[in-house]
């Protein structure tokens, strides 16, 4: 019990080692604790509490750390996905208001025709004539065809071979 | 790095939207313009017996809309009426970088005399086609046609 009396006067003259320290610790954990020394259970009770009011170690975060949360990451994916789709709806909208248009539109020299009777005769006439101007410009190109056609060497001779054979058979006759 | 992933994304989506319909804009531009006439009539205008006082509908062209596999939506024209001629070749060459850039095929160019000129152009997708012609007669005058069709699926 000396050793326990020594190693106590020791630690309060805060001389005591630290393996001396671990030794009172464990006698004042275990059961056979002598009655003058009930006294000092609760300095010694002390050691794990002590340990755990411990300052909590300062780290650095790595690197790894460094990348955005997951609930960050969620929210810059749906605050793109909200982008594109406004992005979508805006231009469908656009597309939309652009079907929009009456059955006819026709705006003269920067006047709208409003007059929706008007505008269509405008149009009909206008389109009609467009369409006169392309369909004659066509009209050399099917002419060029029946030429090309009429000038076909094979044709040509296909033809000539018959009125040469048309020839002979009614000279023989 | 996914910021720079957005951005790159927002930026396609807005340059992919933005270079799509330039002969579009073309006809947004001048439409109201004092030099142009604009013209825009819905495919589904009237029924083809109240356009019949069109002189050029012919049998076969009507036999020819009836059988076709596809449906015009809308069409319409710009038509410049400017006596200046500089202007025409400016406009010419907006028109044509517009085609470029809308990726249109040229599929035909008539020529008639010196200055005359018509000009087909044809853009096909999965279900839509569209049509556009110049007619270009030199003395300061151009239309510009368009028209976009569905195409019915079989």
């Not at chain 1, 411990?54 to 790595?62: C, I, Q």
């Not at chain 1, 009429?150 to 009125?163: G, H, P, S, V």
């Not at chain 2, 270079?19 to 029924?47: C, H, P, T, W």
Request: with cysteine; glycine share 4%.
């Amino acid at each position: 019990m000396n050793d326990i009396d020594n190693l106590l006067e020791k630690y309060f003259n805060g001389v005591s080692s630290t393996e001396e320290e671990k030794r009172l610790k464990n006698y004042f954990e275990g059961r056979g604790i002598l009655p003058e020394h009930e006294i000092y259970r609760s300095v010694f009770a002390a050691f794990n509490t002590e340990k755990q009011i411990k300052a909590p170690v300062m780290t650095f975060p790595e690197k790894k750390t460094r990348r955005p949360a997951i609930t960050r990451r969620i929210i810059i994916l749906l605050a793109g996905s909200a982008a594109i789709g406004l992005l979508a709806v805006t231009f469908s909208n656009l597309q939309y208001a652009r079907s929009q248009h009456p059955e006819y539109m026709v705006i003269v020299n920067g006047k709208q025709v409003v007059n929706q009777h008007k505008a269509q005769q405008y149009a009909e006439h206008m389109f009609s004539e467009t369409d006169k101007i392309i369909e004659n410009s066509y009209q050399l190109f099917r002419e060029a065809a029946t030429i090309n056609q009429d000038l076909n060497a094979e044709k040509i001779l296909k033809e000539t071979d018959q009125k040469i054979e048309c020839i002979k058979t009614n000279y023989k006759q | 790095m996914k910021k720079l992933f957005s951005i790159m994304l927002i930026t396609l989506v807005f340059s992919a939207v933005a270079s799509a319909q330039q002969v579009e804009k073309l006809f947004d531009k001048y439409m109201e313009d004092e030099r142009f006439n604009y013209i825009y009539r819905k495919g589904s205008a009237g029924s083809v017996l109240d356009r019949t006082d069109l002189e050029n509908l012919k049998t076969d062209a009507f036999n020819i809309r009836f059988k076709s596999d596809r449906n015009k939506e809308n069409e319409k024209m710009l038509i410049l009426n400017s006596a200046n001629e500089s202007f025409q070749k400016s406009f010419m060459a907006e028109v044509n970088k517009a085609l470029e850039s809308d990726k249109f095929e040229n599929t035909s160019y008539v020529r008639n005399g010196k200055d005359n000129r018509v000009s087909e152009y044809i853009r096909k997708s999965s279900d839509k086609m569209e049509e556009v012609r110049v007619i270009e007669n030199g003395s300061g005058n151009v239309v510009l046609k368009w028209e976009l069709y569905t195409i019915r699926k079989k």
